[in-house]
């Protein structure tokens, strides 16, 4: 079968989960339109009303604390983007940053220039070096895609922790609809909150202990989330975004410089999606990006295709990354090249906490019960953050 492309964004039928309709339009481009519909496509009179109404309700429930949400913040240009916007709606975020060890030079000097310039606090968090290498490495000899999982749970974990810490009740997620919506299932891991998917990855890969202290079970999250109340909250689903207008004004107000593609602001995953993820996986999630640009009116097709057309990046970084991030993880080139022939092996092998228990099951029903009980007021502002 000759492969096809979707006759509105750069996806093809390479992918096996895509399905072209009877007008080339494919199954990612129609899930975005009908999410878009009730999301970004709205009025947006609508749109920064319901913001207004968040951000007033968050002011409300922080006045009696130094900060009155948390703000996730890489460095990239989503992140970056909603410091900026932060600041303008007059919220008092306590930003932090996580530190796995692997931040670019320019993504330090951004980070620096945006809490310099805008008067906030940071909170570098720190992960312990080898406990956090011991689990990357379970991950890449495991050949699972998404390696990146580790990081997002650990971030996840570290924002709701200081979230409880400092009795914060909202987070503010960078996720963007228009740069990131469009990614094919089988490109990453659904369910990145899995613990008993990373547990059984670094049992049978893993050497050490598990950092256990730094994550979050299933049990934790739900008690973050439904009895102390910690939302995600996802402000670009209300407010406008135009990226080179964004890009402009980071530039001009923060001193921001960019990145040559999403995400990376990171070492290790501008090396995992410019080079592994192609070469051991058949993956550049640059069509996805580039996708998500195209349907959501920020780029054209065809620009899309020429961007596309080029490297990830440069092939003298990509063997320089390549030796920096082995010797880094403690590979051996012979023992990283040999993972890289190993074939693809599903998450779902190593079990998972979207198959519950028996004692989840009764947990949540007699958690659920009780909440309703007492009156519990627990708001939820949906769409919540995607990738958690």
């Known amino acids: 079968m000759p492969v096809k492309m979707c006759s509105q964004c750069i996806l093809d039928t390479s992918i096996k989960s895509l399905e072209l309709d009877e007008n080339g339009i494919c199954n990612y481009c129609r899930q975005y339109a009908e999410y878009a519909e009730k999301t970004i496509n709205r009025s947006s009179e609508i749109r920064h009303k319901e913001f207004n109404?968040?951000?007033?309700?968050?002011?409300?429930?922080?006045?009696?604390?130094?900060?009155?949400?948390?703000?996730?913040?890489?460095?990239?240009?989503?992140?970056?983007?909603?410091?900026?916007?932060?600041?303008?709606?007059?919220?008092?975020?306590?930003?932090?940053?996580?530190?796995?060890?692997?931040?670019?030079?320019?993504?330090?000097?951004?980070?620096?220039?945006?809490?310099n310039k805008l008067g906030f606090d940071l909170y570098t968090y720190v992960i312990d070096w080898e406990a956090f290498k011991n689990l990357q490495r379970a991950y890449i000899k495991s050949s699972v895609v998404d390696i990146e999982v580790p990081t997002d749970q650990l971030i996840?974990?570290?924002?709701?922790?200081?979230?409880?810490?400092?009795?914060?009740?909202?987070?503010?997620?960078?996720?963007?609809?228009?740069?990131?919506?469009?990614?094919?299932?089988?490109?990453?891991?659904?369910?990145?909150?899995?613990?008993r998917n990373l547990v059984n990855i670094f049992k049978?890969?893993?050497?050490?202990?598990?950092?256990?202290?730094?994550?979050?079970?299933?049990?934790?999250?739900?008690?973050h989330k439904k009895v102390l109340g910690i939302q995600n909250i996802s402000p670009f689903v209300y407010l406008d975004?135009?990226?080179?207008?964004?890009?402009?004004?980071?530039?001009?107000?923060?001193?921001?410089?960019?990145?040559?593609n999403k995400h990376f602001e990171s070492v290790f995953t501008r090396f995992y999606q410019g080079y592994m993820l192609p070469v051991k996986f058949g993956i550049d999630k640059r069509r996805a990006h580039l996708s998500s640009l195209v349907v959501s009116g920020l780029m054209t097709k065809e620009d899309a295709l020429k961007e596309y057309a080029k490297n990830t990046y440069s092939l003298e970084e990509q063997m320089a990354d390549r030796d920096?991030?082995?010797?880094?993880?403690?590979?051996?080139?012979?023992?990283?090249?040999?993972?890289?022939?190993?074939?693809?092996?599903?998450?779902?092998?190593?079990?998972s906490d979207n198959n519950r228990t028996i004692i989840q099951k009764v947990f949540d029903k007699s958690l659920n019960a009780y909440l309703r009980f007492i009156g519990y007021p627990l708001r939820i502002h949906k769409p919540l953050i995607k990738t958690i």
């Not at 975004?241 to 040559?260: A, C, K, M, S």
């Open 324 to 351: 920096y991030v082995i010797k880094k993880l403690g590979f051996s080139s012979e023992e990283f090249d040999k993972i890289m022939r190993e074939p693809r092996r599903p998450h779902e092998e190593f079990g």
């Open 53 to 115: 109404d968040i951000v007033a309700e968050m002011k409300e429930r922080g006045k009696n604390n130094p900060y009155d949400c948390i703000l996730g913040l890489s460095g990239g240009m989503d992140s970056s983007y909603l410091a900026l916007i932060t600041k303008e709606y007059g919220l008092r975020p306590l930003v932090v940053h996580f530190d796995n060890g692997w931040n670019s030079e320019l993504a330090v000097s951004n980070i620096q220039n945006i809490v």
């Open 241 to 260: 975004f135009d990226i080179n207008t964004v890009r402009q004004r980071l530039q001009d107000e923060l001193g921001w410089r960019p990145y040559p």
């Open 204 to 223: 049978k890969y893993g050497t050490g202990k598990l950092p256990s202290k730094l994550l979050m079970n299933y049990f934790d999250q739900q008690y």
């Open 156 to 195: 996840f974990s570290a924002l709701y922790k200081i979230a409880r810490q400092h009795r914060i009740k909202y987070i503010l997620s960078g996720f963007n609809v228009k740069t990131e919506q469009m990614l094919p299932v089988e490109w990453f891991y659904t369910y990145k909150g899995d613990y």
